[in-house]
C-alpha cells in the first residue's frame, strides 16, 4: 500500500514557475514508477510525465516536454514535477501517481494503482 500527498500548487502568472512535490508513504517507494497526471475542468485526466524506479527513465507527454521536468529522491520518498513557462491551459488539479510497473504509468491513468488527493495549479494570463 502506497499513500501520496501532493503539495506545491498555487495561482502564478504566465511564464512563471511551480515545483510540486508527492510525499510517499512505506519503505517501498523505491520500487515503484510514479508519473504525475492533470485534469482541467471538464476533461478527462491526462498524462503529465513519468519516471522509472531508479530516476534514471522519464518520459513526458507532448504537452509539456521541453516546460516541465519530473525527478524523483528515493532517500526522501519524494518525487517533483518541476513547471515552467507556464501557459494558462496548464491550469488543472494535478495529481500524483504510482505503480510497480513503469509502462502502466506511461499509458495511464487507466490502470495506475495509487492517487494522491491531487493539487491545483491555476495559471492567470
Known amino acids: 500500500q502506497v499513500q501520496l500527498v501532493e503539495s506545491g500548487g498555487g495561482l502564478v502568472q504566465a511564464g512563471g514557475s511551480l515545483r510540486l512535490s508527492c510525499a510517499a508513504s512505506g ?3 523505491r ?3 510514479m508519473g504525475w497526471f492533470r485534469q482541467a475542468p471538464g476533461k478527462e485526466r491526462e498524462f503529465g510525465a ?3 524506479w531508479s530516476g534514471g527513465i522519464t518520459y ?3 504537452s509539456v516536454k521541453g516546460r516541465f521536468t519530473i ?3 528515493n532517500a526522501k520518498n519524494t518525487v517533483y514535477l518541476q513547471m515552467t513557462s507556464l501557459k494558462p491551459e ?3 488539479v494535478y495529481y500524483c501517481a504510482a505503480d510497480r510497473v513503469y509502462n502502466t504509468v ?3 491513468p487507466d490502470g495506475v494503482d495509487y492517487w ?3 493539487t491545483l495549479v491555476t495559471v492567470s494570463s
Open 27 to 29: 519503505r517501498t517507494f
Open 50 to 52: 513519468a519516471i522509472d
Open 106 to 108: 506511461v499509458a495511464g
Open 31 to 33: 520500487s515503484y514508477a
Open 116 to 118: 494522491g488527493k491531487g
Open 90 to 92: 496548464d491550469t488543472a
Open 71 to 73: 525527478s524523483r529522491d
Open 60 to 62: 513526458y507527454a507532448d
